[in-house]
């Protein structure tokens, strides 16, 4: 079964930092787009940072200048920094994609981490 397991969230300072990780895992022959999407309550999920298999990067505009997305294709991992986190960064964060299997091509989700940042 393939699947997207995501760790490295919890409750930060503003100012703070974190890295997000998503590691990708089953018969897996390779992977083409992945990306962090965010939800918070109310609001509607949101892309917040996608990078396509020739590590072409996109972000969104509230988080340019501070958040890197990077990925280790030998891994099949995907991360995301968050530098200067604010409150309204608060959200639970859900890692993206495309994965071509052994049988299909396969669009996936992680279960989600929460990120909670206090002012």
């Known amino acids: 079964q393939v699947q997207l397991v995501e760790s490295g969230g919890g409750s930060v300072q503003a100012g703070g930092s974190l890295r997000l990780s998503c590691a990708a895992s089953?018969?897996?022959?390779?992977?083409?787009?992945m990306a962090w999407y965010r939800q918070a309550p109310g609001k509607q999920r949101e892309q917040v940072a996608g990078i396509t298999g020739t590590t072409m990067t996109s972000y969104l505009d509230s988080v340019k200048g501070r958040a890197t997305i990077s990925r280790d294709n030998a891994k099949n991992m995907v991360y995301l920094q968050m530098n200067s986190l604010k409150p309204e960064d608060t959200a639970v964060y859900y890692c993206?994609?495309?994965?071509?299997?052994?049988?299909?091509?396969?669009?996936?989700w992680g279960q989600g981490i929460q990120v909670t940042v206090s002012s």
């Open positions: 993206y994609a495309d994965v071509v299997t052994t049988q299909t091509l396969r669009s996936l």
């Open positions: 089953g018969r897996i022959v390779s992977i083409s787009f």
